[in-house]
């Protein structure tokens, strides 16, 4: 009888501890928000964007309405995470910052509540930029999920950098600006760059940690482009049109391998693709 008693108070225990997990989950569900957020255009000539995405989905891409900087449509979960949208005006230039930031509800018991799929689901910004003044963009992204579609925004400046994410970047079309120096850092996230000659830059800086990255330099290419790229414990692949001419100066080691098809070794360490004597323009890669 002992033995029964204390297994029907474990049991009550059990369904006590599962019906207030269960309203707590039903609670955190049910909190969702919309919201929107707009940012007229008042005949700025420069933009610069800081964007601090920590959990879920983010899209990025161009707007063609004339009245606005921005327009961006943000859901999230109001109990983990709050939106932070500041918007100033030095002068001619706009400074424009968003953010998502772990909201003090999120907080359960005192311990921070641990992020989920449905949270990255539930965290969800689409935010569509001018494609009418010269932008500078400064991108960190945490967990989750990136599209950011350059195509027709006058991109003079992009840093991005990638924690766990996957994120796709593109400019299916030529940059109307010039980027002095694009950046992309990767750490366990899988990164993919299309579009590469498109982006109308002088240099190149990637850095891959222990995930994927994948850059493809199709397009139209202006000018000789020169970069480096850095390379940990994960895996680079670079995709470039036959008709570019490529110069790739790379060393091997016990770590790592390197493959380099359609190129001749012209002196140690460095390789040309076969077209390098005839062509308008190249690139200058440092592996």
Wanted: hydrophobic share 35%; with cysteine.
């Amino acid at each position: 009888m002992i033995n029964q008693n204390r297994t029907g108070v474990s049991n009550m225990k059990r369904r006590l501890i599962i019906g207030i997990c269960l309203i707590t989950a039903i609670a955190f569900a049910e909190d969702i928000v919309t919201e929107r957020h707009e940012v007229p255009y008042k005949g700025e000539e420069e933009l610069s964007v800081g964007i601090e995405f920590g959990l879920g989905k983010l899209e990025l891409r161009s707007i063609d309405n004339k009245k606005y900087i921005m327009q961006a449509e943000i859901t999230y979960s109001k109990d983990l995470y709050k939106p932070e949208i500041d918007y100033k005006t030095v002068g001619k230039r706009g400074k424009l910052r968003l953010a998502s930031r772990q909201s003090e509800s999120g907080r359960f018991w005192g311990h921070s509540k641990k992020s989920s799929s449905a949270d990255i689901k539930n965290n969800h910004w689409r935010v569509a930029m001018t494609d009418q003044i010269p932008t500078a963009y400064n991108i960190e992204l945490g967990l989750g999920k990136g599209i950011l579609d350059f195509t027709n925004i006058k991109v003079n400046g992009l840093n991005l950098e990638c924690g766990l994410s996957d994120v796709l970047v593109e400019f299916a079309e030529s940059n109307k600006e010039r980027i002095r120096t694009l950046v992309i850092q990767s750490g366990l996230g899988n990164v993919e760059a299309l579009g590469l000659c498109n982006t109308n830059m002088d240099r190149f800086e990637i850095e891959c940690g222990l995930g994927s990255t994948k850059l493809r330099f199709d397009g139209d290419l202006k000018r000789d482009i020169k970069g480096r790229i850095t390379i940990g414990l994960g895996s680079v692949t670079v995709q470039i049109p036959k008709g570019c001419a490529v110069q790739i100066e790379a060393e091997s080691s016990f770590l790592s391998s390197l493959n380099f098809d359609g190129f001749r070794e012209v002196k140690e360490n460095v390789y040309r693709s076969k077209n390098w004597k005839n062509a308008d323009q190249r690139i200058y890669i440092v592996i």
